[in-house]
């Protein structure tokens, strides 16, 4: 009689054990697979460097440069080139050329005029 009592026990224990699982499962049945992976609930939080068209000066050498806010991240420093280094070109007042300015080692600007 003991042995009966033991297997009654046992099956009480396993239905109990399964009941548990059911009610504390995160999916409606303790034999249905989780879909998501583990490696998302530790997924790194993604912070924006920068909001809106904010722009950051930058240098690239000795050239100073600017990054531009892109989807919440700054782009890579890029130059405003506007002339080619060491090159010259006219100065122009009143629609007459008095002179030559030489673009700048970066090839952002141009020098005083030289008359």
């Known amino acids: 009689m003991n042995r ?3 297997l009654v026990a046992l099956v009480i224990l396993f ?3 399964v009941v548990v699982l059911y009610l ?3 999916s409606t049945s303790p034999f249905k697979k989780i ?3 583990p490696a998302a609930y530790f997924a790194p939080l993604e912070i924006n460097e920068c909001t809106g068209s904010e722009s950051s ?3 690239i050498g000795s050239c100073s440069g600017k990054k531009t806010c892109i989807n919440g991240k700054f782009s890579e420093c890029s130059l405003e080139i506007i002339c080619t280094p060491g090159s010259q070109a ?3 007042e009143n ?3 008095n002179g030559y300015k030489t673009c700048n080692e970066c090839g952002t600007g141009y020098s005083e005029c030289i008359y």
Do not use: H, T
């Open 4 to 6: 009966n009592y033991m």
């Open 15 to 17: 239905v109990l054990l």
């Open 24 to 26: 504390f499962s995160p």
């Open 35 to 37: 879909k998501s992976s």
């Open 57 to 59: 000066s930058c240098n």
């Open 90 to 92: 006219s100065c122009v």
């Open 95 to 97: 629609a007459c050329a």
